[in-house]
Nanobody, 114 residues
Framework: QVQLVESGGGLVHAGGSLRLSCAASGIIFSSYNMGWYRQVPGKQRELVARITSGGTTNYADSVKGRFTISRDNAKNTVYLQMNTLKVEDTAVYYC????????WGQGTQVTVSS
């Protein structure tokens, strides 16, 4: 049974930082490309950052220079370090794993107050 469990969300003031974690089980984590997506009510889910199985990263333009995605294959975990947070970063953040299939986590709420 595949599980992706996000943690680390919460309420933070603008300019602050949060680190999201996504712990995976039931998959060969090192083989999977991992990503963080976010969604606000009424809008489509959008890519925030992703990291390939080989460690290549790419980011949405809106978060470049502020967010960093990383992975620890020994811990089956992917991280999203979010710095200099803005009100517009408020969303539910989802972890995604893809290789032969695509899996999603349940999401974690990030709220940035002004």
């Amino acid at each position: 049974q595949v599980q992706l469990v996000e943690s680390g969300g919460g309420l933070v003031h603008a300019g602050g930082s949060l680190r999201l974690s996504c712990a995976a089980s039931g998959i060969i984590f090192s083989s999977y490309n991992m990503g963080w997506y976010r969604q606000v009510p009424g809008k489509q889910r959008e890519l925030v950052a992703r990291i390939t199985s080989g460690g290549t990263t790419n980011y949405a333009d809106s978060v470049k220079g502020r967010f960093t995605i990383s992975r620890d294959n020994a811990k089956n975990t992917v991280y999203l370090q979010m710095n200099t947070l803005k009100v517009e970063d408020t969303a539910v953040y989802y972890c995604r794993a893809n290789y032969d299939r695509i899996y999603w986590g349940q999401g974690t709420q990030v709220t940035v107050s002004s």
